[in-house]
């Protein structure tokens, strides 16, 4: 968002500080959002205009070019250690914003006469309203049952806007954390009727710590063999190369890294991408190129080592989100939120077609990894994936019955039988391609966004989610015994997980990639 829209709207304080100072600050508090979905552009004008509200007295900023690494969220300091909000220990499923930010006002709730809260209850999408006078030792379960007594209705789930953000309250934590951080005064709670994926993901955590209590959950599926610590921002994206030998990074703070495997060195730093972060990237199938896509929309094709851009692609007039090359690496495609997709050949960066379907942002590509296949996918936050002819433009299938929310990741099976879709609403499908149908849903992460997934075998697959966590499926298995290995893979969101020969590389919100060896029998 352009500081116009903020201006627009003064603060009620801007007499105490100078706007440049305001715009500043809260541009380094949304550096500690943790929703990589929507960073910067997609935050409401309302939410603008609240930060800048929040604003008592505005501490003196970092010099623009300060080297001083961007504290990641869930983290009590730049060192690493977890903080209270971070996924490793309790709390929502989203990593809440902390309401400790210097200078930030934090309101307390309003209080009834005897020292009770109210707690205003909205169900979405219906006028309705309604107050409830609760006492600030109650529990989550407690409260819960009242709301329902009171809109005389059953089968809830709660969330909270901060901007954009829905942040989820299911437990005793998540509830804490919403009281604690209402900023307005009083407390407002949304009630949404249940969807089938939050049901599922409920009745299937009994399942999960089963699963997870399982002695099979003792071998060492996942060991951490490196960990890439040179990013000074979030690490949203990474690939490996296809023997395995070197691993990229894409970051919050402007760069993409190049890593040797075998000694955790940076090799190489690309600082192509001015001023924008990248929020994807994709090493060619014969290693030799990179592709990375930023927030301005812009894709760069460059040779890692030597970082010399073979091409500059300005197609798109929304941020790319995706960028993957084919498998013969002949062209790319790339994902928009202007919601097209486009095929770009590799000879000239040329345009060769738009894929133009969706009716929201494109999020996720994949490619169909069998040899000689024209089949890509695409996830959109419309909820759909559509299939297409990569060669022709055409629309193969559209899958709408899968998720109800954001798809955001996609990964193709090297057979092409199945394919994983992971999404923004608690669960990874498994597609049968046969039919194209749903197999299987899995919910590994709990009340948490699963983020991506990579193949390992064509059976078995990993996913990564907002709990930080690294699970390990095979769905020849059961289905209420398919998980095989899991790893707590960072200290906050595992945005991205890639896999080559026999390791992987995943990186998150905490700054940093991991470099994994994986279990032979995987």
């Known amino acids: 968002m352009e500081a116009k829209d903020a201006a627009s709207s003064p603060s009620p304080r801007a007499g105490q500080v100078k706007d440049d100072d305001i715009n500043d600050y809260v541009d380094m508090l949304l550096q500690n959002d943790t929703d990589p979905d929507r960073p ?20 003196k900023m970092p010099a623009k070019d300060s080297a001083s690494p961007v504290r990641s969220p869930g983290r009590s300091d730049a060192s690493g250690s977890p903080g209270p909000m971070s996924p490793n220990g309790a709390g929502s499923p989203y990593v809440g914003r902390s309401g400790n930010f210097a200078g930030r006002e934090v309101a307390t709730p309003r209080l009834t006469s005897d020292g009770r809260v109210k707690l205003f209850v909205n169900v979405e999408n219906e006028p309705m309203q309604k107050v409830l006078v609760i006492s600030e030792e109650m529990s989550f379960e407690t409260v819960d049952k009242k709301i329902q007594e009171k809109l005389k209705r059953t089968s809830f789930t709660y969330h909270y806007k901060d901007g954009d953000t829905e942040v989820f309250v299911h437990n005793d934590t998540s509830f804490r954390e919403f009281k604690e951080q209402q900023s307005t005064g009083k407390l407002k709670l949304l009630a949404r009727p249940a969807s089938q994926a939050a049901v599922a993901a409920i009745a299937a955590q009994a399942e999960l710590e089963q699963q997870i209590a399982s002695p099979r959950m003792n071998r060492a599926v996942f060991t951490r063999r490196h960990r890439f610590t040179g990013h000074t ?125 969706h009716t929201e942002g494109v999020i996720s590509v994949g490619f169909s990894q069998k040899p000689g296949s024209i089949l890509l996918a695409t996830g959109s936050d419309d909820t759909t994936i559509r299939l297409w002819n990569w060669q022709t433009g055409n629309v193969i299938d559209t899958l709408k019955n899968g998720h109800e929310n954001t798809v955001w ?114």
Request: net charge neutral; proline share 2%; glycine share 8%.
């Open 40 to 59: 910067f552009d997609r935050k409401s004008k309302l939410h603008w205009t609240n930060l800048r509200r929040t604003v008592v007295h505005c501490p």
């Open 409 to 522: 990741g996609i990964a193709f099976s090297s057979d092409d039988a199945i394919m994983v879709s992971t999404a923004l609403s608690y669960e990874a499908l498994v597609w049968d391609m046969s039919n194209r149908t749903v197999m299987r849903r899995l919910h590994g992460h709990g009340l948490n966004a699963v983020q991506r997934a990579c193949f390992v075998s064509p059976k078995m697959f990993i996913t990564c989610g907002r709990d930080g966590m690294l699970v390990m499926w095979d769905i020849e298995r059961p289905a209420n015994d398919d998980i095989v290995g899991r790893a707590q893979g960072h200290d906050s969101i595992v945005y991205c997980i890639v896999a080559a020969n026999n390791m992987a590389v995943s990186s998150s919100a905490d700054g940093t990639a991991n470099f994994w060896e994986l279990s032979p029998e995987c």
């Open 233 to 357: 921002g979030q690490v949203y994206c990474c690939s490996i190369s296809s023997t395995g030998a070197f691993a990229v990074t894409g970051a919050r703070d402007y760069t993409a890294m190049m890593w040797d495997t075998s000694t955790c060195r940076c090799k190489f730093i690309f600082r192509g991408h001015i001023n924008h972060y990248i929020l994807c990237i994709d090493i060619a199938k014969n290693d030799k190129l990179v592709v990375s896509g930023d927030a301005d929309g812009v894709i760069l094709v460059w040779e890692p080592l030597a970082g010399k851009i073979q091409h500059t692609i300005k197609g798109h007039s929304g941020r790319v989100y995706d960028a993957r090359f084919s498998p013969d690496s002949s062209v790319i495609v790339s994902a928009s939120l202007d919601k097209v997709s486009k095929v770009f050949s590799m000879k000239d960066g040329s345009c060769l077609r738009t894929l133009s379907g």
